[in-house]
């Protein structure tokens, strides 16, 4: 049994430091997905806050890790759009995006600690737009199934593969912009 799922049956069993742990594995990849959408850590941070909260709450029960995981992305995600429609940010969201990125990339970076490569790519995932970076984060840096990024962003396995490669494609292009070598990506 994943470390994830072990400790969320321990917190389903009255153990508070099962959810402690819960918290220490994802919080990172929950913050900075979840920054994706929002482009401002405060509120990206009490965002992933409440998903976590409904996870308490509700106390879905999961048979695989990657439905644990799956579960709070799609929290995130759907609490993301929520509050975007609530700002009625939905339509300047990439105006705002251009000028929040090197405030917001910078706390990001402080707190994720990422590698050269990792950030290189992130920030070059930046200038994707938002179906290809979401897609690109479930499916390679968080290794959700074709199926399970599917489920999360609303859409077919067919939809989602096609959508994987043209954003794939875009990212190349960008990357190869920015002097890495295909070696490299």
Known sequence: MERGLENYLRY???DQ?????????????????????????????????????KLSIKRPKFEHESQLKAYLFKICRNLSINYLKKHGRMQSMAQEMTENIKDDMQEVEGRMELEDTKLRMHHAMQSLKQEYREVLYLRYFEGLSAKEAAKIMKCSEKQLTA????????LK???EKEGFSIENI
């Not at 979840?34 to 405060?42: A, D, M, S, W």
């Not at 959508?163 to 875009?170: D, E, F, S, V």
């Open 12 to 14: 389903l069993n009255g």
């Open 163 to 170: 959508t994987a490669y043209q954003a794939r494609q875009q």
């Open 17 to 53: 430091g099962g959810l402690r742990v819960i918290v220490e594995l994802y919080w990172n990849s929950m913050l900075l997905f979840t920054n994706g959408y929002i482009h401002n850590l405060n509120d990206a941070e009490d965002i992933a806050q409440e998903a976590l909260i």
């Open 173 to 175: 292009k960008i990357l």
